[in-house]
């Protein structure tokens, strides 16, 4: 009854701070739009509100439902539902790459961007068949502590933390990108401020309010990814004459016109179509957008397969992804949280294309300019003349995407340093208060820390993050896979398949870092393309799985305790 | 004491009924997964054939005679065609492009009169000057310059219509125009333009076959496929497995 109360009491609270925000909102449509006449450079100040605004509210919702514990820190007191921890794996999952950067991979790269999209879904099938419901059996609160107790050693715990922190580190990079580039279109900063500030108000948020506030904040952001991203495909689709009702078909003629071309003057039903500038909306034929792998985009067949493959097996091994599952009350939900969630990534990810496609058309004549990719989905909705408001809102909604990865990402990093390397490494005495004060000193460093790194602009967004996904591919996921479907899977075998996983990950990185540079390594052009930094992982993880399965052939078996406890509890 | 191979555990050879039956379920959906994914991906790839756009069999039927100067409408205005249709694709590299507008233009001054060449060459300064404005302008300036621009094109596509074909309002008239360079090579012989023919095929061959050709909903079949199917079917999966191995527990008895 007090905790009905308790929720009421929230529930009327947080009513009154979003009537005042609908009410701000109403305020600010009654102005006047500014008039379109530069795609960016200047201060855009109805977008400036609207991201004040939202930013103002993943705060209080962060201070309303704080952490007051560590289990609320890490776990959310295991009390979210189904479709909420949907909602949360969705606002988790779907980031900067994948508001901002799918789309423009897919504008630069034609029918190859479509990996991404394929590479983030699919890797869902296989987090649910082999993982999700396991791992919530296993009853671990974050990777490491799964991998430091299957296989029964501090060693694995350590680098495991370290490579939590790594990934997590890794995938925070490209969302701070993101964050920049959002926050230097609409605030007109250059982008060194930009990442500055963005980074500034994702960590005072997180450290308010660690994962239970981080996961509330996950829903809200959702809501606004969803709402902010779909309106103005639906504005577009219906002010170019294509099939609205469901922009997410309707956009496949306007593929098929990428491809044969539309003439200029392009007029139907009497208008006139055109884009914010007053460009006809045409384009010469362009099949290159959508056939496979086309040579103009610089891309192979096996660079489709290798990054999708990629993708899909570093979903099913990211840290804070497998860490969503141990939120939900029950198993049976993990399971379902899984589809909930997939289903209301798949929303965003059937809508992306569809941006890349009116991108190419908007932007066809030559007088646009060259455009950045990882910005194209907000050019494309200014060049297709949508309310500068609803444009505005579409980047508050990239930012939302970016932030709540972030906050997910910075939390399993700063479990990662104070649950399984303060607490259980350097001071297994410590009260759950240092503990929490570790947590939000590793989030601090660590948010300080690939701020700098963004600020170096190293790829497009969807590559950098890319990186995080191979690397988790190659170390978290064979110790998970094995270590839950495989009783023998040992120690040694474990620690032999990550430092394969290791290795692989250090010869990419290492020769991407070279060529980066300009300088040239034994092999250079071979490694770069079988072994790139965006897509390692379609050998490393098979390798470190294979180097796993023959190493503990050959040396000291699991100990019982863990065989029957995965027997009993994980495999019923 | 325990033996410690009561409790081994592999997927490939589950302990009991309930986990083969398991495992059969995780091995389809599996083999679903994967053969839906990079099975139709090399499905694809088997089948493609190299297809040249319309344009590139223009060109390729054209340049040797303008390599050799034989300019006539017969010959150039075809080969301009493919060479404004490969320049408005806006994938090609700043490289490629150079060369592109090059040649678009070394072609232009080659078949317009002398008398109209010092106009073009006036009129392609003014406009390179509006568009260097334009980047400085804010607001009713920007505005202002915009349309001195929008004017000037007309003024130097309806000078060229006569000898390019392409009319104000066109996109390919856009394309041009803003292609037109006052500094350009003087012949096709220049040895800027070896990696032409090249720099056509590579941007007017494309992977096609019945797959990419086919319609669907509108789409190329091979893009509804991977944009669209594969995604649900990755949804559809997923329903189907908690339905069946919550059927499955169901059916055993076991609680998890």
């Given at each position: 009854m007090v905790l009905l109360n308790k929720i009421l009491t929230k529930a009327l609270i947080m009513k009154k701070i979003y009537l005042t925000f609908i009410f701000s909102f109403l305020g600010i449509l009654s102005l006047r739009a500014e008039s379109l006449t530069?795609?960016?450079?200047s201060f855009k100040p109805g977008p400036a509100i609207i991201l004040i605004a939202t930013l103002v509210t993943f705060v209080l919702v962060g201070i309303f439902f704080r952490a007051k514990d560590p289990a609320d820190y890490y776990a959310?007191?295991?009390?979210?539902?189904r479709v909420g921890s949907g909602m949360a794996i969705a606002s988790n999952w779907m980031s900067a790459a994948s508001f901002l950067g799918m789309a423009g991979m897919m504008y630069g790269f034609g029918y190859n961007g479509l990996a991404y999209v394929v590479g983030w879904t699919g890797g869902y099938v296989l987090l649910l068949i082999l993982m999700a419901a396991q791992i919530r059996k296993y009853g671990k609160y974050t990777a490491p502590d799964f991998i430091g107790d299957r296989y029964y050693s501090r060693d694995l715990r350590i680098v495991s933390a370290i490579f939590t922190i790594l990934i997590s580190f890794a995938y925070c990079v490209g969302q701070f990108g993101g964050i920049g580039l959002m926050f230097k279109w609409i605030l007109g900063l250059n982008y060194t401020l930009a990442v500055i500030i963005g980074s500034s108000v994702v960590l005072l948020y997180t450290l308010i309010s660690g994962m239970i506030g981080a996961t509330k904040n996950m829903q809200i952001q959702y809501v606004i990814i969803v709402v902010s991203f779909l309106i103005p495909i639906f504005i577009m689709t219906f002010k170019f004459d294509y099939?609205?009702?469901?922009p997410q078909i309707g956009y496949g003629a306007a593929v098929t016109d990428v491809i044969q071309g539309i003439p200029a003057p392009n007029i139907t039903n009497g208008v006139s179509l055109v884009n914010?500038?007053?460009?006809?909306f045409s384009i010469v034929p362009s099949p290159e957008f959508a056939?496979?792998?086309?040579?103009s985009t610089g891309t192979s067949f096996f660079q489709w397969v290798a990054i999708c493959f990629s993708l899909m097996v570093g979903t099913a091994g990211l840290p804070h992804v497998i860490q969503r599952?141990?939120?939900?009350?029950k198993v049976s939900d993990a399971r379902w949280s899984v589809v909930w969630g997939l289903f209301f990534i798949c929303l965003v990810y059937w809508t992306a294309p569809a941006y890349s496609t009116f991108g190419k058309l908007l932007s066809?004549?030559?007088?646009?300019?060259?455009?950045?990719k990882d910005a194209i989905v907000v050019y494309t909705a200014q060049l297709g003349n949508v309310n500068s408001l609803i444009v505005g809102l579409l980047a508050a909604g990239a930012i939302s995407a970016a932030f709540s990865t972030v906050a997910g990402l910075l939390v399993a990093g700063a479990s990662a340093f104070?649950?399984?390397?303060?607490?259980?490494?350097?001071?297994?005495?410590?009260?759950p208060k240092t503990q929490l004060n570790i947590a939000r000193i590793g989030t601090i460093i660590m948010g300080l820390a690939v701020t700098i790194v963004a600020?170096?602009?190293?790829?497009l967004i969807a590559q950098l993050v890319s990186v995080a996904f191979s690397m988790a591919a190659c170390t978290i996921f064979p110790l998970f896979l094995l270590g839950i479907w495989?009783?023998?899977?040992n120690r040694t075998g474990a620690k032999a398949g990550l430092f394969t996983g290791i290795f692989i990950t250090a010869i990419s990185i290492t020769y991407f870092i070279v060529g980066l540079s300009g300088g040239s390594l034994p092999g250079q052009t071979f490694i770069s393309y079988w072994l790139n930094v965006w897509y390692f992982a379609w050998i490393g993880a098979p390798l470190a799985i294979i180097v796993n399965i023959i190493v503990s052939r050959f040396t000291t078996p699991t100990p019982l305790e863990i065989k029957k406890f995965l027997a009993e509890h994980v495999h019923n | 004491m325990e033996s410690p191979d009561l409790y081994n555990f592999s997927i490939f050879r589950p302990r009991n009924h309930h986990g083969k039956k398991n495992r059969n379920v995780i091995f389809s959906m599996v083999l679903i997964w994967a053969i839906a994914v990079f099975g139709f991906q090399f499905l694809l790839r088997g089948i493609q054939k190299s297809t040249p756009e319309k344009a590139l069999t223009m060109f390729e039927s054209t340049w040797p005679g303008v390599l050799t100067g034989d300019l006539t409408p017969v010959n150039y205005k075809p080969f301009l065609n493919s060479l404004v249709l490969v320049k408005g694709?806006?994938?090609?590299k700043p490289e490629d492009q150079e060369v592109l507008s090059d040649a678009i233009t070394c072609l232009t001054f080659k078949v317009i009169p002398d008398s109209v060449k010092t106009v073009l060459l006036s009129g392609i300064s003014d406009l390179k000057s509006l568009k260097a404005k334009l980047i400085q302008d804010k607001d009713q300036e920007y505005l202002v310059t915009k349309k001195m621009i929008g004017e000037k094109n007309k003024e130097l596509t309806d000078i060229c219509a006569p000898y390019s074909d392409f009319k104000y309002g066109s996109l390919e008239a856009v394309i041009f125009i803003n292609s037109?360079?006052?500094?350009?090579?003087?012949?096709?012989?220049?040895?800027?333009?070896?990696s032409l023919p090249e720099i056509m095929k590579l941007y007017l061959t494309h992977n096609q076959s019945i797959l990419t050709d086919t319609k669907f909903l509108g789409f190329p079949f091979h893009y509804f496929y991977t944009a669209v199917f594969l995604l649900i079917l990755f949804i559809t999966l997923c329903i189907v497995y908690n339905i069946l191995i919550e059927w499955r527990l169901k059916k055993d008895g076991i609680v998890e």
């Open positions: 530069q795609l960016e450079g959310a007191g295991r009390k979210i539902s099939f609205w009702l469901i914010a500038f007053g460009h006809d056939m496979p792998w086309d040579p599952f141990y939120v939900v009350p066809s004549n030559p007088e646009v300019g060259v455009l950045a104070s649950h399984d390397l303060y607490v259980r490494v350097i001071n297994p005495a410590s009260t600020l170096l602009k190293l790829g495989w009783s023998g899977s | 694709k806006n994938i090609v037109l360079d006052e500094k350009y090579p003087e012949s096709f012989n220049d040895i800027s333009f070896t």
